[in-house]
């Protein structure tokens, strides 16, 4: 039975950093791709980042290139989010996610991933 845990979300005043963790059990993301995605009240669900474990190749929205990254410990089975230079618009729920394709044309979209954790919450606030 695949099981993804998130932790480390937590209330953060804007500019600050979190880092999200999710352990993964049951599930091997080799040649896989694996990934965050968050959910605000009253909004879709939408990719935050991503990564390709066979390439290595990471994907970001937009509004995160350049303050988020992605990164996994594969020893550990657990994958990362470091998030910096945090804004009240960052606040939402997010969860970790896990395909069983290792070929995704576009990767941010959550159709695409079979397995998800129960999420995180992260709050900023200005």
């Known amino acids: 039975q695949v099981q993804l845990v998130e932790s480390g979300g937590g209330s953060v005043q804007a500019g600050g950093s979190l880092r999200l963790s999710c352990a993964a059990s049951?599930?091997?993301?080799?040649?896989?791709?694996v990934g965050w995605f968050r959910q605000a009240p009253g909004k879709g669900r939408e990719g935050v980042a991503v990564?390709?474990?066979?390439?290595?190749?990471?994907s970001y929205t937009d509004s995160v290139k350049g303050r988020f990254t992605i990164s996994q410990d594969n020893a550990k089975n657990t994958l990362y989010l470091q998030m910096t230079s945090l804004k009240p618009e960052d606040t939402a729920m997010y969860y970790c996610?896990?395909?069983?394709?290792?070929?995704?044309?576009?990767?941010?979209?959550?159709?695409?991933?079979?397995?998800w954790g129960q999420g995180t919450q992260v709050t900023v606030s200005s």
């Open positions: 996610a896990a395909s069983l394709l290792d070929r995704i044309d576009f990767p941010l979209t959550p159709v695409w991933y079979t397995y």
């Open positions: 049951g599930y091997t993301a080799s040649g896989r791709y």
């Open positions: 990564i390709g474990t066979a390439s290595g190749t990471a």
